[in-house]
Every structure is written in structure tokens, then in C-alpha cells.
């Protein structure tokens, strides 16, 4: 690993915190419900990057070669509007993207503004992607 004077950490996100984000169509497992929820691709270091807490559950890992293809983060707005009323009974839970990809949701972070700070913040979703198109740094 490179060390950089001034630079602490290094992450990458599909999109930059503050500008718009991607909506995807979801569905719980054993719940015919179809919901919307903002979406971002990350990876591994977003969550420490960005400072956020991780409430529940856990934060991807390499350690879990499943993390990649089925590893779901979400927000605590998008743990009350899936209909839990506490956030560990959400970890572990099935959720299917509209469109074929399933996954599980592993951890719960804390809400966070994601797009314009004058916005309500909204449910999130966090998964993990191979490709980006932002390097997020903390000096």
C-alpha cells in the first residue's frame, strides 16, 4: 500500500454523496409488496471512508466471499420503511431488485445525507460493485 502525505483513507462510489442517485424497485422476501429505494454502489471502504456507524448487522468484508454478489446495506429509513421495528430482525433478510439480482442484507448503518442536504434523507440501499466512477478521499 502507498502512503500519501495528507490523505488518510481512500473508497469509491458509483456516484458522489450530494448529487443525484440511482432508484431501484425491490421486493422482501415473502412480502408481495414492490417498493422504490435510492440505491448507491460502493466498496469495501465507503462505509469507514464516509465516517458512518454501522447500527446493526455487519459492514462488507473480504472475509465473505458472498459480500459481492449478495451483500445489501441499507439506511435505518429504509429499515422503517421495510416494517421492522427493530434493526437486528432485518439482518439476514432476503430482498430481491426488480430485475434478477437477490441479495441479503448484512448490516444497517446510520442515516446519512446522501443527496442535497435540503432533501429529507430517504431509504438506501449499499452494494457492492467492481467499477466506479468516484474516488472518495479523507484528508
Known amino acids: 500500500?502507498?502512503?500519501?502525505n495528507g490523505i488518510r483513507e481512500i473508497g469509491a462510489a458509483s456516484l458522489l454523496p450530494g448529487?443525484?442517485?440511482g432508484k431501484a424497485r425491490y421486493q422482501l422476501e415473502g412480502n408481495s409488496k414492490i417498493g422504490s429505494m435510492a440505491m448507491l454502489w460502493v466498496d469495501y471502504?465507503?462505509?469507514?471512508?464516509?465516517?458512518?456507524?454501522?447500527l446493526a448487522g455487519r459492514d462488507f468484508s473480504r472475509d465473505f466471499?458472498?459480500?459481492?454478489v449478495?451483500?445489501?446495506?441499507?439506511?435505518?429509513?429504509?429499515?422503517?420503511?421495510?416494517?421492522?421495528?427493530?434493526?437486528?430482525?432485518?439482518?439476514?433478510k432476503s430482498f430481491n431488485?426488480?430485475?434478477?439480482?437477490?441479495?441479503t442484507i448484512i448490516g444497517l448503518v446510520n442515516d446519512f445525507h446522501f443527496v442535497r442536504l435540503q432533501n429529507n434523507i430517504e431509504p438506501l440501499f449499499l452494494q457492492l460493485w467492481p467499477w466506479f466512477n468516484y474516488?472518495?478521499?479523507r484528508v
Not at 500500500?1 to 500519501?4: N, R
Not at 429499515?79 to 430482525?89: A, C, E, V
Open 1 to 4: 500500500m502507498f502512503q500519501v
Open 19 to 21: 448529487g443525484p442517485v
Open 45 to 54: 471502504d465507503f462505509i469507514r471512508v464516509l465516517g458512518l456507524k454501522v
Open 65 to 68: 466471499p458472498s459480500d459481492p
Open 70 to 92: 449478495k451483500g445489501i446495506i441499507v439506511n435505518e429509513t429504509a429499515i422503517r420503511q421495510l416494517g421492522f421495528q427493530k434493526p437486528d430482525s432485518a439482518i439476514g
Open 97 to 103: 431488485l426488480i430485475g434478477g439480482k437477490r441479495g
Open 135 to 137: 474516488l472518495l478521499v
